[in-house]
């Protein structure tokens, strides 16, 4: 159910990276995010998988990767709700 109600969201966007960075080799299966998220354009990456850690060493493909607690301060803030 809630994979139908993200893929049936106004706010969810297909994306079909066509090429494949593999910079994660500790866990290969977290590389689509990171290939998804270059495709997209995408600001950053919201995670705590710790798989992730190791990408700020890497100038291209750069994504950002914010940890859960940074990125809801963000919002918080942004939204002048802290």
Same mark, same amino acid.
Do not use: Q, R, W
């Given at each position: @159910?809630?994979? #139908? ?5 106004? =706010? ?6 066509? =090429?494949?960075?593999?910079?994660? #080799?500790?866990?290969?299966? $977290?590389?689509?995010?990171? $290939? ?20 700020? +060493? =890497?100038?291209?493909? =750069?994504? #950002?990767?914010? +940890?859960?607690?940074? !990125?809801?301060? @963000? ?6 709700? !802290?």
């Amino acid at each position: @159910m809630v994979l #139908e109600i993200i893929t049936n969201s106004p =706010y969810t966007l297909l994306i079909a990276p066509v =090429y494949h960075f593999k910079v994660i #080799e500790a866990d290969p299966d $977290d590389n689509k995010f990171i $290939d998804c998220a270059v495709a997209a354009n995408a600001l950053c990456i919201v995670s705590d998988d710790k798989h992730f850690s190791h990408l700020s +060493k =890497y100038e291209f493909p =750069y994504v #950002e990767i914010l +940890k859960l607690a940074d !990125a809801i301060a @963000m919002l918080f803030n942004s939204k002048g709700l !802290a």
